[in-house]
């Protein structure tokens, strides 16, 4: 039985989308990439923060300083916007899966932030509990 021809036609099926690359991402493909991952994320060169993606476009995300905040995303007009417990302004991206993953640019600008998804670091993401003292 000759069954490697199916081999790369099962493979694409596995793929996260059928974007092509560069294509900006919808909300329904975005959660497809994106739901139940820990994406680690890079500015400049080096590592900028982690976001993990839950059900229900629930996120928790990190500046990788041990202190987490809960938030939510959304679709509107072409741009994923998300929500964060402490600050009530959306703060809208436009993602595109590229060959090395994700890369968002803040708000579709092409003169704002640009990160980019950083390979498997082989780190966890680290959540302390709340600033307690007297």
Do not use: K
Request: include cysteine; charge should be negative.
């Amino acid at each position: 039985m000759r069954f490697f021809p199916m081999i790369p036609l099962l493979l694409s099926l596995l793929q996260p989308s059928s974007l092509a690359a560069g294509e900006p991402m919808t909300g329904e493909a975005f959660d497809r990439y994106t739901l139940g991952r820990t994406l680690f994320y890079g500015f400049d060169g080096r590592t900028y923060g982690v976001e993990r993606y839950l059900s229900g476009r629930r996120v928790l995300w990190s500046f990788l300083d041990g202190r987490c905040q809960t938030g939510h995303w959304y679709e509107d007009t072409g741009q994923i916007c998300f929500i964060y417990e402490d600050r009530s302004d959306p703060q809208c991206w436009s993602f595109s899966l590229e060959a090395g993953g994700l890369v968002a640019q803040f708000e579709n600008d092409p003169q704002a932030t640009e990160l980019y998804e950083v390979e498997d670091l082989d780190e966890d993401m680290l959540c302390y509990g709340p600033d307690v003292g007297v």
